[in-house]
């Protein structure tokens, strides 16, 4: 079973950048995706970005190309997702996910069976 803990999250201002980093254990055999969300109160999990532990494919939403960035070392063993130019509107907690996988990573909250309890992160301007 793999196990997800969130750090990094806090109140930054806006037009900052943050890092958001995610440890991760429990890897059986076999590939893996490993994505970041988001959630705002009152709205659906919105995913962000998803990286495929076979080869390293990186696949973001719409919404989030330009200024969101996921990344990885220790073999996995760490997620990161990069934030550039803070906004209040991505106040937000934001919690990393993982699935078993063959092929692709898609940013849907039911594909993901494995969460962290999620880290906050306030935006003020």
């Known amino acids: 079973q793999v196990q997800l803990m969130e750090s990094g999250g806090g109140s930054v201002q806006a037009g900052g950048t943050l890092r958001l980093s995610c440890a991760a254990s429990?890897?059986?055999?076999?590939?893996?995706?490993l994505a970041w969300f988001r959630q705002v109160p009152g709205k659906e999990r919105e995913g962000l970005a998803a990286i495929y532990t076979d080869g390293g494919r990186r696949d973001y939403a719409d919404s989030a190309k330009g200024r969101f960035t996921i990344s990885q070392d220790n073999n996995y063993r760490t997620l990161y997702l990069h934030v550039n130019g803070l906004t209040p509107e991505d106040t937000a907690v934001y919690y990393c996910a993982a699935a078993e996988s063959r092929k692709s990573c898609p940013l849907y909250v039911r594909w993901y069976r494995y969460w962290g309890q999620g880290t906050q992160v306030t935006v003020s301007s």
């Open positions: 429990g890897y059986a055999g076999g590939s893996y995706c």
